[in-house]
């Protein structure tokens, strides 16, 4: 049976959901990058079967996530393989945001605290808070769980009922977790054509998450009972620089979505 646990929602920042742009990732909750430094959205790119963002090294960054959905929803952030609130390698029974009904919220850092984040950030890889902490494995990929809230049933009349012992529920802290699959890595041939097509760029220059300043980001603790031990949807974003995307292929070189054509238009210079 799923278990209750204490999950977080944040305060004063979840508002009510407009309608999201259509390059938002995800369906049940979108899955937004917004650049705080330059204030703005990120264009999502299409490519691989993928969602892809390319990110400005040294700025700031925040995930948004907004509620399509009449009910309430638990998000296990996932940044870089990392869980956002807890540090630890990312698995899906983990804590997470609750966003109340058509609620969205940004996420802008690590969890440090009920009333403080460190602020997201894109970096090198070596400076990534994944690979500062010996994790570096899946940096590059944001992704998010979603859990549906299992409805609540209505208390049964026992005023006819004879008296029964009652046996004590155990509290969060004593229950059994769910399955820890991870939210965040992938193990598909994506991986190796990535690889392949960027081998002349170093691998220091790829993208990943830095840990920075603190933010005043306050919180508080809920109870939330999930409807089932996978999530309803699992959404991921990746992310890299603009050069690595462009020769990926993934961006072309005047920064819109890559779309290769059978009959171009004119024939272009030689190299």
């Known amino acids: 049976m799923p278990t209750r646990r204490l999950a977080l929602v944040l305060l004063g920042t979840a508002i009510s959901a407009v309608a999201a742009p259509a390059r938002a990732a995800g369906q049940l ?6 650049d705080r430094s330059e204030n703005r959205l990120l264009p999502m790119h299409r490519y691989g079967g993928a ?9 700031r960054y925040a995930i948004r996530l907004a509620n399509r959905s009449a009910g309430r929803v638990l998000v296990v952030l996932s ?11 990312a698995a899906l ?30 970096t090198t890889l070596p400076d990534s808070y994944a690979a500062r902490t010996d994790r570096p494995e899946n940096v590059g990929v944001i ?12 208390e049964p009349d026992l005023s006819a009922a004879p008296l029964q012992r009652q046996t004590p529920s155990r509290n969060a802290a004593g229950e059994a977790g769910a399955s820890a699959k991870s939210a ?21 220059r ?9 933010l005043y980001s306050p919180t508080s603790s809920v109870a939330f009972e999930r409807a089932s031990r996978e999530p309803a949807e699992i959404v991921r974003v990746r992310y890299d620089s603009l050069p690595r995307l462009v020769a990926m292929g993934v961006i072309d070189g005047g920064g819109a979505a890559h779309a290769p054509e059978a009959f171009p238009r004119f024939a272009p210079d030689p190299r």
């Open 29 to 34: 909750v979108d899955v937004e990058l917004v």
């Open 79 to 89: 940044v870089d393989g990392v869980n956002a609130i807890s540090g630890d390698t």
């Open 184 to 204: 965040a890595p992938e193990s598909s041939s994506l991986a190796r054509d990535r690889a392949d097509a960027i081998g002349e760029l170093r691998a220091e």
């Open 206 to 214: 790829r993208l990943g998450t830095g840990h920075g300043e603190r």
């Open 93 to 122: 029974g983990q804590t997470g945001y609750v966003l109340g009904p058509y609620a969205r919220a940004e996420i802008t850092g690590w969890r440090k605290s009920l009333s403080e984040a460190a602020a997201f950030y894109f």
């Open 51 to 59: 969602a892809w963002v390319a990110g400005q090294p040294g700025n």
């Open 143 to 154: 992704g998010a769980a979603i859990f549906r809230e299992r409805a609540s049933r209505p």
